[in-house]
């Protein structure tokens, strides 16, 4: 159970263009979603959190009318990198989570690789 | 700025021996508190999670907290060559709809 799916895992793009990541929860409810951000050799950065059917909230340093965000369902979150560039060439991957409790475990996705030419 | 710090390593250990991976963090508020193992090009894999002081274990691995002292680790028993990955540590300030502060990893090599 708990199964978090990510599509696609993998995705070339030209600069300007710009590229949809979708993130469902198979086989529960996400009550909140989250999208987090890896660069080489680094951590995972949490880029902002999204509960269904509200705004996202991004953390700080994060733009949102870049990075948009929409959560509208229960098992279904996407993320569209707008007018990407190669900086934005990363490593995307969303968890969910069931509930907001403190034992409430983030289930993470398997990631979608982002490569912009 | 809440921060999580751990030995980014390589840390090397014997197959067979205990592994002990080291982690801590600013916000005195934090709640849950979570080891990952990420192996390359892949996405975290939770390994354990612990939320009141004291030692959690699951099998080979063993987690501790203190949160006085704001220090988290991971022992890992038994040490397989498998068990070989990148060990992030992650902590939640509140409930599960917050998001997860991670540390930048600590790479562990077991040595056949």
């Known amino acids: 159970g708990a199964v978090v799916s990510q599509h696609p895992s993998w995705v070339i793009c030209k600069s300007g263009t710009s590229v949809k990541i979708e993130c469902r929860s198979l086989?529960?409810?996400?009550?909140?979603m989250f999208w987090y951000r890896q660069f080489p050799k680094q951590s995972l950065m949490l880029m902002a959190t999204s509960n269904e059917g509200s705004k996202a909230t991004y953390e700080q340093g994060v733009e949102k009318d870049k990075f948009l965000i929409n959560h509208a369902s229960l098992t279904l979150s996407t993320l569209t990198v707008t007018s990407a560039h190669p900086e934005d060439s990363s490593f995307y991957i969303c968890?969910?989570?069931?509930?907001?409790?403190?034992?409430?475990?983030?289930?993470f996705g398997p990631g979608t690789r982002l490569t912009v030419l | 700025q809440k921060e999580v710090e751990q030995n980014s390593g390589p840390l090397s250990v014997p197959e067979g021996a205990i592994a002990s991976l080291n982690c801590t963090y600013s916000?005195?508020?934090?709640?849950?508190f979570f080891w990952y193992r990420q192996y390359s090009g892949k996405s975290p894999e939770l390994i354990m999670s612990i939320y009141s002081n004291g030692d959690k274990e699951d099998g080979r691995f063993t987690a501790q907290l203190n949160k006085a002292s704001q220090y988290v680790s991971l022992l890992i028993r038994d040490s397989q060559p498998s068990d070989s990955a990148t060990y992030l540590c992650?902590?939640?300030?509140?409930?599960?709809?917050?998001?997860?502060?991670f540390g930048k990893g600590t790479h562990l090599i077991i040595q056949p």
């Open positions: 086989d529960f409810q996400a009550t909140t």
């Open positions: 992650a902590v939640e300030e509140g409930g599960g709809a917050d998001g997860l502060t």
């Open positions: 968890s969910a989570s069931s509930g907001a409790a403190a034992t409430d475990t983030q289930y």
């Open positions: 916000d005195r508020g934090s709640q849950s």
